[in-house]
């Protein structure tokens, strides 16, 4: 593929072989390593430095839902073998996230609470209430039949022949929103949108009536936390594969990839270490990838060549006393500035709490942001961050002086707070082509073709690619 240099006998370098390497550490480059280290392949995990020193809460999803019997979590690490003790840190928690407005702060979790909740801060009448609730978990079970039946992705082209150009293979679940749904009440569409943008990984788009329908619905099948500091659902995974023989590695800035007899390899400048796979997968916006490379002083290939992302979650990281906390907030919440507005950048922040990373400690971590333009992102981030913590001080009467900002470093390609759209006609329900070259053998997760899926679209796109990339293996 142009742009990728071969490695010649240069004799220096020094060449160590695995069967994939993973590049960058996103959530479903995990699943996908996880996935093929269970056929046996021995995997090489590779993270940008600043990425894999960020503290774990920045990069977990913010509602991890699916644990329970049948949902996408719990099929997925069941498919991964992952051990019950493991699984058994993963808590239920009754309280999947509320919702807060300006006078109102709705807990969203169990149906039957939910609809009690929705009565009670009188947004609907209880027969209205009680078939939105029910009509929205429908939809939700719906369509999560049908993603753990869908295929989602594909590598090379079937062997019945090529598809003509830009005519994409659907999946054959096409349904829409009941209409309890798609018209809910005047009062409780805002919170109904304040939940998908907080849910969804979409960058500006709207999430197809299937994707809103499953992301309103996972968080009334039970959500479920972490109440130990060494759990995680990436720390969770990152196990699994170091227990299949996988292995992690980091790159502290620039990078090449370089071609050594038809295997894709990755090397940095003023190092003899050339890791070489059978293939790469691309696990970090391609959209990122290029215009860092460049501002390292390299010269990108042309597999890295994508659209910039369009938008960004920011985030900051705050680290709070237990006393100070609100005694009714829960786990997650959702904090919807101006229902009157859209639901939509600085007007949406959702913020989540974890345990402390020490043992004992009286205090918890924190983690507030919302997905806002990448311009603005780029030019007042520092007035983001503000905006942010004072949203979070808002919640917390009694915080003055309690809440310590912790710093986040700038992660430059191994970026999973970068959001994109699919291009139209693509994304989810349609499957997403992950194979970008054949020699070397090159796939990409494109993370946006799932993102309106949110988390389970990260998990689900990584197991899927992993059966792909297994099959294509020679």
Not at 153 to 163: F, K, Q
Request: proline share 9%.
């Amino acid at each position: 593929m142009r742009g990728i240099a071969e490695a010649g006998p240069a004799a220096s370098l020094r060449a160590r072989r695995w069967d994939v390497i993973v590049l960058g550490g996103a959530l479903p480059g995990l699943v996908t390593a996880a996935r093929l280290g269970l056929d046996g392949l021995r995997v090489l995990v590779i993270e940008e430095e600043a990425a894999a020193g960020l503290y774990p809460g920045l990069r977990e999803p913010f509602l991890i839902t699916g644990s329970a019997a049948g949902g996408i979590l719990d099929a997925c690490l069941k498919a991964l073998t992952v051990p019950l003790i493991e699984r058994r840190k993963l808590e239920p928690d009754p309280v999947g996230f509320q919702v807060v407005l300006p006078d109102i702060r709705l807990d969203v979790g169990d149906p039957i609470a939910t609809a009690e909740e929705i009565v009670a801060w009188g947004l609907a009448k209880p027969e209205v209430a009680r078939g939105l609730v029910r009509a929205i978990a429908e939809a939700g079970v719906a369509e999560r039949a049908a993603m753990l039946d869908a295929a989602v992705v594909r590598g090379a082209t079937p062997r019945g022949g090529p598809r003509a150009p830009g005519m994409p293979r659907v999946a054959r679940h096409g349904r829409g929103l009941p209409v309890e749904v798609a018209s809910p009440p005047p009062a409780l569409r805002p919170l109904l949108d304040a939940q998908v943008r907080a849910l969804s990984n979409l960058a500006e788009g709207t999430p197809p009536p299937e994707a809103r329908g499953r992301l309103l619905g996972s968080a009334l099948e039970g959500a479920a936390s972490y109440r130990v500091a060494e759990g995680f659902l990436r720390g969770c995974l990152r196990r699994r594969i170091q227990s299949l023989f996988g292995e992690f590695r980091t790159l502290p800035g620039r990078f090449d990839l370089l071609d050594l007899g038809g295997h894709p390899g990755i090397t940095a400048p003023g190092t003899t270490d050339l890791w070489v796979g059978r293939a790469l997968v691309l696990n970090a916006p391609r959209g990122c990838m290029a215009p860092a490379l460049r501002e390292l002083g390299g010269d990108p290939p042309e597999v890295f060549a994508a659209p910039p992302p369009t938008r960004r979650r920011v985030a900051v990281h705050l680290r709070v006393r237990r006393s100070v906390l609100p005694e009714a907030m829960a786990s997650r919440v959702v904090v919807l500035g101006d229902p009157t507005k859209a639901a939509d950048a600085l007007n949406v922040v959702s913020i989540a709490l974890f345990p402390a990373a020490q043992s004992g400690s009286d205090r918890t971590e924190l983690i507030a942001s919302a997905v806002v333009p990448e311009a603005e992102a780029s030019e007042h981030r520092a007035a983001i961050e503000a905006e942010l913590a004072r949203r979070v001080s808002d919640l917390m009467p009694f915080c003055e002086g309690q809440l310590v900002r912790e710093p986040v470093p700038r992660v430059l390609w191994d970026d999973d707070a970068a959001l994109s759209d699919p291009k139209l006609g693509e994304g989810w329900p349609v499957e997403a082509e992950i194979r970008l070259s054949a020699k070397p053998a090159i796939y990409a997760l494109p993370r946006e073709s799932l993102a309106a899926l949110g988390m389970e679209g990260d998990l689900l796109l990584g197991w899927r690619a992993g059966d792909v990339i297994r099959s294509e293996l020679p």
